[in-house]
């Protein structure tokens, strides 16, 4: 069975920070590309930041540029968002994605999804 498991969410304080964890099982994240995503309701789904598959070229949205840090351990089997300088309109769910294609090309469909982990950025 291959399985991305997000964790880390919960709420925080405008300006304040989270890191995000993403648990690959049954594979590989070695040879994958990795998008973290986000939704709030209402509202289409986002892509906030990509990391190719050899770690070396990431990208991220305008809106969190400067201040989230998409990361990869491929040790561990994970990847990471880190989020800091959090505003109330990133509160969405957040999700990882895996792209066996292995690059960060808008055009790259993600070919495995985990299950999300709210982000609620409140005072």
């Known amino acids: 069975q291959l399985q991305l498991v997000e964790s880390g969410g919960g709420l925080v304080q405008p300006g304040g920070s989270l890191r995000l964890s993403c648990v690959a099982s049954g594979f590989t994240l070695d040879y994958y590309a990795i998008g973290w995503f986000r939704q709030a309701p209402g509202k289409e789904r986002e892509r906030v930041s990509c990391?190719?598959?050899?770690?070396?070229?990431?990208n991220y949205a305008d809106s969190v540029k400067g201040r989230f840090t998409i990361s990869k351990d491929n040790a561990k089997n994970t990847a990471y968002l880190h989020m800091n300088s959090l505003k109330p309109e990133d509160t969405a769910d957040y999700y990882c994605?895996?792209?066996?294609?292995?690059?960060?090309?808008?055009?790259?469909?993600?070919?495995?999804w985990g299950k999300g982990t709210l982000v609620t950025v409140s005072s």
């Open positions: 990391i190719r598959s050899s770690g070396g070229s990431t």
């Open positions: 994605a895996a792209a066996i294609l292995g690059d960060c090309s808008r055009y790259v469909p993600m070919d495995y």
